[in-house]
Nanobody, 119 residues
Framework: QVQLVESGGGLVQPGGSLTLSCVAT????????MTWYRQAPGKEREMVAA???????SYANSMKGPYTISRDNAKNTVYLQMNSLKPEDTAVYYC?????????????WGRGTQVTVSS
């Protein structure tokens, strides 16, 4: 059973930093690309950053610089380090993977972790 469990969210002041974690179980983690998304109140879910099985990264244009995605295949964990946080970074952050199944490829999502940036 595929499971993605995010953690590390919380309340942080503007300019602060947080590192989110997503622990994956139920599949061969080191063969799967992983992606972080976020959804702010009243807005659509948007992609933040992605990382390939061997560590090649990509970012949404607006996320380059203050965000860093990384993974530890030995720990089945993907991370999102967020620096210089702004109130507009307030959102629920989700990790996602896309895996092959007997019926074709399928997206799997975690339940998300809330990040609130406020003074």
């Amino acid at each position: 059973q595929v499971q993605l469990v995010e953690s590390g969210g919380g309340l942080v002041q503007p300019g602060g930093s947080l590192t989110l974690s997503c622990v994956a179980t139920g599949f061969t983690f080191n063969t799967a690309a992983m992606t972080w998304y976020r959804q702010a109140p009243g807005k659509e879910r948007e992609m933040v950053a992605a990382i390939s099985p061997n560590g090649v990264t990509s970012y949404a244009n607006s996320m380059k610089g203050p965000y860093t995605i990384s993974r530890d295949n030995a720990k089945n964990t993907v991370y999102l380090q967020m620096n210089s946080l702004k109130p507009e970074d307030t959102a629920v952050y989700y990790c996602k993977t896309n895996l092959p199944t007997s019926r074709g490829r399928r997206d799997y999502w975690g339940r998300g972790t809330q990040v609130t940036v406020s003074s």
